[in-house]
């Protein structure tokens, strides 16, 4: 993917390995700690009801986009 995005002028991000996208509750920001692998739906208290990989993928959306600002800052 890094050799890709050098064709086209695209900075990739890596995020932490332990960075928690799948745990992190995108609407409130509560971390779900005992989220099971086994749970494909996550729950919030706040109401967020959403499937973990989508969940994730927002997660990490979210997390590039606050490494540009602050890069751009």
């Known amino acids: 993917m890094e050799y890709k995005s050098k064709w086209n002028n695209i900075q990739v991000i890596i995020a932490d390995r332990f960075f928690p996208s799948s745990k992190l509750c995108s609407c409130c920001g509560k971390i779900k ?3 099971k692998l ?3 739906i ?9 499937d973990r990989d989508l969940q994730a ?9 606050d490494v540009l600002k602050r890069s751009v800052a």
């Open 33 to 35: 700690k005992d989220l």
């Open 38 to 40: 086994s749970e494909r």
């Open 42 to 50: 996550y729950k919030c208290e706040c109401g967020n009801i959403i």
């Open 57 to 65: 993928a927002l997660n990490l959306k979210k997390y590039g986009e």
